[in-house]
């Protein structure tokens, strides 16, 4: 069975402009979280959807949102970028949530100049 | 509110020698999930094991094994036998509502 996969590996952006990122969970499960990992911050919980609404959400301003599609792929958007926005941008799957392993994508390095 | 802490930011163990990373926890919940993850320094991270607070026994998989004492609150990792492929950060993550990872401990396998 395929893992989770992300895209783009990799992003470079400037200030102000606004970027999406995709993730598709692994076969099967309905639960996709985002976090953001930074030196400074460490793993930080952005939001987490199943069944395509958003079920929890971390303490991100509004700048942060993000989707999920009947096929359960979900997508995150960051408008209006700041410099301290660059990180690495994780997704985690899992079955149904809750109690349940998380599997992670390989991430997204995102870079604001 | 639900806290965990790793007390470890570096920890370095000798090739073929066990290791132990450890991590605690606050919640006053009765239903919990204890889990541990390696990222190496690609990025991605690993799920290695997991422990549910109900589980009467402590988990194992291959040379990871997971120390856990509820009364005390702590879910210590360890590893057996290290190898230089162990050699990463090691995340303990706690998870209620939702998942709560610790700072991390970075572990370097001496040859």
């Known amino acids: 069975k395929a893992g989770v996969t992300q895209t783009p590996r990799y992003l470079i952006k400037t200030r102000g402009q606004q970027v999406t990122l995709s993730c598709s969970p692994i076969?099967?499960?309905?639960?996709v979280s985002w976090y953001q990992q930074t030196p400074g911050q460490g793993l930080q919980f952005l939001f987490e959807y199943f069944s395509e609404t958003q079920r929890n959400k971390g303490n991100f301003p509004g700048r942060f949102s993000g989707r999920q599609f009947s096929n359960s792929r979900s997508e995150m958007n960051v408008s209006t970028l700041e410099l301290g926005d660059s990180a690495l941008y994780l997704c985690?799957?899992?079955?149904?949530?809750?109690?349940?392993?998380?599997?992670f994508g390989p991430g997204t390095r995102l870079l604001v100049l | 509110a639900q806290k965990i802490t790793q007390t470890q930011p570096g920890m370095f163990v000798q090739e073929k020698e066990a290791v132990t990373l450890d991590c605690t926890y606050d919640?006053?919940?009765?239903?919990?999930?204890l889990f541990w993850y390696k990222q190496p320094s690609s990025g991605e991270m690993i799920f290695l094991i997991y422990?549910?607070?109900?589980?009467?026994q402590n988990a194992t998989e291959g040379r990871y094994s997971l120390n856990f004492q509820k009364a005390r609150k702590s879910a210590n990792l360890v590893i057996s036998a290290s190898q230089l492929g162990d050699s990463a950060m090691y995340f303990c993550a706690f998870t209620g509502n939702q998942f709560y990872f610790g700072t991390g401990t970075s572990l370097t396998v001496i040859p």
């Open positions: 422990q549910g607070s109900y589980d009467q």
């Open positions: 919640t006053s919940d009765p239903s919990y999930g």
């Open positions: 076969s099967g499960h309905r639960s």
């Open positions: 985690a799957s899992s079955l149904g949530g809750g109690l349940e392993t998380q599997y």
